[in-house]
């Protein structure tokens, strides 16, 4: 029955496939050689569809998604890992342990931006986010030399920014304070950001002792808030 819900599934998406967007989400996703998301294949279906085949499919069992994982088309992964957080969210304690620790085995497969910053703040920064003890995993994959779990890292505590609780995001942020690609710089200076809109003084505090050596793009997303004058000041010292 659930090989057949699973045909059902994929069946769905591949009849929303439209090559046009397609072909716009190729270029939009880097997917060139050389590029970040190099050999990522898409069908050319937008978010709110793909959101809607999941919840259609909520019930699908862990074994299932497994497959739509390891499915070479950008949508099949996203529609699969959209379809654990709707899972995560309704599941008792055990349930949500049990898919925190299933989407932690595959993180070989949330391999481009939108795929880790849609689903990882509500599974594992949310399994995270009361295990204070539990949150060294996120210093290992803050150390990685995948991209894609370095990002991981580091957008998993917004859910920990949610509740006033900033010190990995800042622990984490120091870490990758000297990282080699846009889409950490991007990312950290994002939830420095995050923090911000909290507690700017607190924000500010990191700021004063690390915006010279954070890579320019990091700086300008973490300050893009501040008012200008203050803006300009930190780019200065930059």
Partial sequence: MNTLIRENLIAALEALANPQK???????FKTGAGEYGAGDKFLGIMVPLQREVAKKYQNLKLE????????????FRLTGLLILVEKFEKGDAKTQKAIYKFYLKN???INNWDLVDV??????GAYLADKPLERKILYTLAKSRDLWK????IVATSAFIRRNDFADTLKISQILLGDKHDLVHKAVGWMLREVGKKNQQIEEVFLLKHCCKMPRTMLRYAIEKFEEKKRKGYLKKK
């Fill in 64 to 75: 299932d998604i497994q497959v739509i994982l390891r499915s070479e088309y950008h949508e």
């Fill in 107 to 109: 993180l070989k497969h």
């Fill in 150 to 153: 370095r990002r991981v890292a």
């Fill in 22 to 28: 397609a072909r716009d989400l190729t270029r939009f």
């Fill in 119 to 124: 689903t990882t703040p509500k599974i594992v």
